[in-house]
């Protein structure tokens, strides 16, 4: 991993304002869940609570990605983390004074903050390709998971201590300081404007360049790739690894406590090792060579993987530790390259949209992805119910096979297109 990187001052303070946002907000979407968990006994309601934040998501991300693009992204990014400073320190307010936050106040602040996120993002979208130079994406995108990881893995850990401690309330306090103190990072960052605001912000405007970026979505094969490929992790894979295997490990193999949650902890060390262990192999590799074969090599262990848990392989050994063990490696080796593959993507799209049309692209990725989270869950977590787990695997594993193949060809050809270019720029260097 490139450490000069670090050196870099404002790489360091993006990602350092990153991780505290992050460490903020996981902590208080674990803690809210405990909370309505708590206060009302019910399974609906609680799963009301994850998923009611698609609802901002489809009405405004269009409008988010236009408004991205449009105005100055320092001043939008430092604004919208202010805010959201301001109104989780509000609802810690509402908390003291009434000792509790009805499910009501709940909906709301979840939905405000989808809101805010869905216009930070947008704007953020273009700020890491803005601050590195093109042949650094990769090592920027890399060192951005690895940190990232780090909070997904902390999150739980001290917003278990402080809820159990303290309750609710300090959990919103210290969310609230978080977004102020990534909000003040951000001002010392100098980021480069790359915003195209019109001339006139109006309806016609608006629906141009929302046009605008619909279209270069649509003319962009590798774009359009990278959103079927995204779509198609979190459609068969996120299921799989969200519900399938734990499926699996609890009502299948029949795991003790202590097993399921070392199976759990070796999930998390695969997501954190990921960019450290596989860094210099990565480099090596052209990025869309490194994309198609990530996919492929994952596809094959998930085929692999449906042995594990069937009949036959139980009845065989007598035992659910061959099985355990078996699917212990594989999901261990699929966790690091399911986070290779996700720095992959997130390096192609640096890449090749350009910095201008960076929120409306981005917003309509993040979208197609997120939706089919959820749509996927029902899904796979239907058939679960209905057919083997091991059908149900195998079914995930050529699902990504069939989009491996259908997408193989876009993917290399970058590599060569890429190959061209730099060979010109050479030339007329030389010139």
């Not at 480069?192 to 929302?210: A, E, Q, R, T, V």
């Amino acid at each position: 991993m490139n450490l000069k990187l670090i050196k870099q001052k404002d790489f360091s303070l993006l990602i350092l304002g990153k991780l505290v946002s992050l460490v903020g907000s996981n902590m208080q979407q674990f803690a809210l869940s405990l909370y309505v968990l708590a206060i009302t006994g019910s399974a609906t309601i609680f799963a009301s609570m994850l998923s009611i934040s698609i609802i901002p998501r489809l009405l405004l991300s269009p409008a988010a990605g236009v408004f991205g693009d449009w105005f100055d992204r320092k001043k939008t990014i430092v604004s919208l983390d202010f805010l959201n400073a301001v109104i989780i320190g509000a609802f810690a307010v509402i908390y003291s004074i009434n000792d509790n936050l009805s499910v009501a106040a709940i909906y709301v602040l979840v939905i405000l903050l989808e809101i805010t996120e869905i216009f930070f993002h947008s704007a953020m979208s273009a700020v890491l390709p803005s601050l590195v130079k093109k042949e650094e994406l990769l090592e920027a995108n890399s060192f951005d998971s690895l940190l990232m990881n780090i909070g997904n893995v902390l999150s739980p850990v001290i917003a278990a201590a402080l809820y159990g401690t303290y309750g609710m309330k300090i959990i919103l306090i210290v969310n609230s300081v978080s977004f102020a103190l990534s909000a003040i990072s951000e001002i010392f960052i100098n980021i480069p404007k790359s915003h195209k605001k019109p001339g006139k912000i109006d309806i016609k405007s608006f629906m141009n360049d929302l046009t605008e970026g619909i279209n270069i979505i649509k003319s962009n094969r590798l774009i359009s790739a990278m959103i079927g490929l995204g779509t198609m992790i979190n459609f068969s894979i996120s299921p799989l690894f969200s519900i399938g295997l734990i499926y699996i490990i609890k009502e299948v193999l029949k795991v003790n406590d202590m097993q399921f949650g070392v199976f759990e902890m070796v999930l998390s060390a695969s997501m954190l090792l990921a960019p450290v262990l596989c860094g210099s192999i990565v480099k090596k590799i052209k990025i869309g060579r490194l994309t198609y074969l990530s996919f492929a090599i994952t596809a094959i262990l998930i085929l692999i993987m449906s042995v594990f848990p069937s009949g036959y392989m139980l009845k065989t050994f007598n035992t659910n530790v061959v099985s355990y063990i078996g699917l212990l490696i594989i999901s261990f080796i699929i966790g690091l390259i399911v986070t290779v593959i996700n720095i992959a993507i997130g390096t192609l799209f640096n890449q090749v949209v350009p910095l201008d049309l960076m929120g409306r692209a981005s917003t309509v990725f993040n979208l197609a992805v997120t939706v089919f989270i959820p749509v996927g869950q029902m899904i796979f977590g239907f058939l679960y119910d209905i057919i083997i787990p091991e059908l149900v695997v195998i079914i995930s594993g050529i699902i990504l096979m069939l989009v491996t193949v259908i997408y193989k060809k876009t993917l290399l050809n970058y590599d060569e297109l890429e190959l061209v270019a730099k060979n010109h720029e050479e030339l007329i260097g030389e010139m």
